[in-house]
């Protein structure tokens, strides 16, 4: 039993289109896994049937030892999620979301506050506290999210596409933060269609018209070109 993050032989259709296709990965706690792969490949699609929004007919998802299917509250208890569209309540300050979700989570009235400043200080966020979220900035809320996702101490942690809409800066430092999230024991899926978002030492999996096509390190896969450069050859897309 791994305390990570496992899926086998997972596929599905919307209609008569199939968006995954018997896809199987798993990403061991300590690690940073990117799931590379073009507009269209299923990202969103995986992303929506790893936290139960999807239910696939067919394959198993297990997420620090428990199954999706016959224990999704104890799964979903194991799992932080990051999504791609913002889901703060703009008109709540920070704290207010991190204690709604808190709520959400049934944490213990006592622990919230607690718990609270321990994930916004994770974030560098604790001074903006008490500011609404309306009033921060991309790369703010994206911390506010982030920060929030952590605060029943997840697992594992999903992230599909975080730094869509965010500025250069933001974009760095978000991905540098979730990397050293992954140094501390978290098990990190990060999707992303971008390329320079992925370190050498993260374990990939690139995902490709709902197949997955290739797994391993990103070093070793793109050996001498530009990881760029070794995803075109193998998709075809740029990236
Ligand atoms: N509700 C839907 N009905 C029919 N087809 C869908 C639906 N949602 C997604 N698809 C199709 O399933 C495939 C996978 O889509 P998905 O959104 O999971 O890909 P993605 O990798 O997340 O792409 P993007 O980066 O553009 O969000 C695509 O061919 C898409 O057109």
């Known amino acids: 039993m791994t305390t990570g993050l496992t899926v086998n032989n997972l596929s599905f259709h919307y209609g008569a289109k199939q968006a995954l296709d018997n896809v199987a990965f798993d990403v061991a706690p300590g690690t940073f896994c990117a799931l590379l792969g073009p507009n269209g490949a299923g990202k969103s699609t995986l992303i929506a049937l790893l936290t139960r929004l999807l239910v696939a007919p067919q394959g198993e998802i297990t997420v620090a030892g428990h199954d999706m299917r016959r224990e999704p509250r104890r799964a979903l208890g194991k799992l932080g999620v990051v999504f791609q569209q913002s889901t703060l309540d703009l008109n709540l300050s920070v704290r207010q979301n991190l204690a709604y979700f808190a709520a959400l989570q049934g944490l213990p009235k006592s622990e919230v506050p607690g718990r609270i400043d321990a994930a916004l200080d994770q974030l560098d966020m ?26 029943h101490d997840p697992h594992v942690l999903l992230l599909d596409e975080p730094t869509v809409g965010l500025d250069a800066a933001s974009r760095q430092g978000i991905t540098d ?13 990060w999707t992303t ?17 709902g197949q ?9 896969a793109r050996g001498d070109q530009s990881l760029s450069d070794w995803f075109l050859t193998r998709t075809g897309e740029t990236a």
Do not use: F, M, P, Q
């Not at 001074?127 to 605060?151: M, P, Y």
């Not at 269609?193 to 995902?207: C, K, M, P, Q």
């Open 177 to 189: 933060h979730v990397h050293e999230l992954a140094r501390t024991g978290l098990c990190v899926l």
């Open 193 to 209: 269609h971008l390329t320079d978002e992925v370190r050498d030492g993260d374990a990939l999996v690139v995902l490709h018209k």
């Open 212 to 220: 997955i096509i290739h797994r391993g390190t990103a070093g070793a």
């Open 126 to 151: 604790r001074h903006r506290a008490e500011e609404k979220a309306r009033d921060l900035n991309g790369g703010h809320r994206r911390r506010t999210e982030l920060a929030r996702s952590l605060i």
